[in-house]
């Protein structure tokens, strides 16, 4: 069965330090993972998705890697802003190749201080 | 392109209700999932549905019950409502056919007295 984790549950880093999050999930054949961000009291954004022919994808300040030998993935954020804090989830599918279905980590609350 | 769509945003119940949470999908996309999201914890699935049927359940209880409209858009209805049942509801729509990315709702706040 698979199980995502995600540590720490809780961060709080100075405006614009680099940081990272991480991810791991027990089965590692995923068809991709993705992760979002979530405000407090909001629903989900999509951030980055990965497939899972790919070890990493960017976006902006946003940098995703995936390792599934390992079980892991990692959210990269280079030079913080106050307005990254927020809620950073990842997720997999349930079923290897059935969108929608996905398990959700925890997920890390983010605090970036000014 | 209109984004994924919930309704309504908050609402208060007493235990033993009922209640029916909306969702109009993101244009173009013919699948919805809903998800409920407890205080401080991830989504759970709740189910999906593709094609106006369902296509996949979590590990909830037969009182938690779905609809999908030839539109793609979909209700989520629970029965016989308790406590527990307050979470934040995730309406999230897809491509049937992809198995890329997944677009949320802004939620539906349920809370149960």
């Known amino acids: 069965k698979q199980e995502v984790t995600q540590i720490p549950a809780a961060l709080s880093v100075p405006e614009g330090e680099n940081l990272v999050l991480n991810c791991s999930f027990t089965d590692s054949a995923i068809y991709n993972l993705q992760w979002f961000r979530q405000d407090p009291g909001k629903g989900l954004t999509s951030l980055l998705l990965i497939q899972s022919s790919q070890r990493e994808q960017t976006s902006g300040r946003l940098n995703a890697s995936l390792d599934k030998s390992s079980g892991r993935s990692t959210l990269y954020i280079a030079a913080s802003q106050p307005g990254d804090s927020a809620t950073y989830l990842c997720?997999?599918?349930?079923?290897?190749?059935?969108?929608?279905?996905?398990?959700f980590g925890q997920g890390t609350e983010l605090s970036v201080k000014p | 392109e209109t984004g994924v769509t919930q309704s309504p945003t908050h609402l208060i119940k007493t235990r033993g209700q009922q209640v029916t949470l909306r969702c109009s999908s993101q244009?173009?996309?013919?699948?919805v999932s809903w998800y409920q999201q407890a205080l401080g914890q991830g989504p759970q699935f709740i189910f999906q549905?593709?094609?106006?049927?369902?296509?996949g359940r979590g590990n909830f209880p037969p009182r938690f019950s779905g609809l999908q409209f030839p539109n793609y858009s979909s209700e989520l209805n629970v029965n016989a409502l308790e406590l527990d049942d307050s979470a934040l509801y995730l309406c999230?729509?897809?491509?049937?056919?992809?198995?890329?990315?997944?677009?949320f709702g802004e939620g539906s706040r349920l809370t149960v007295l």
């Open positions: 997720a997999v599918p349930q079923i290897y190749n059935q969108g929608g279905k996905l398990i």
């Open positions: 999230a729509s897809s491509f049937r056919q992809n198995t890329g990315e997944l677009f």
């Open positions: 549905y593709y094609r106006e049927e369902e296509n």
């Open positions: 244009s173009g996309h013919n699948t």
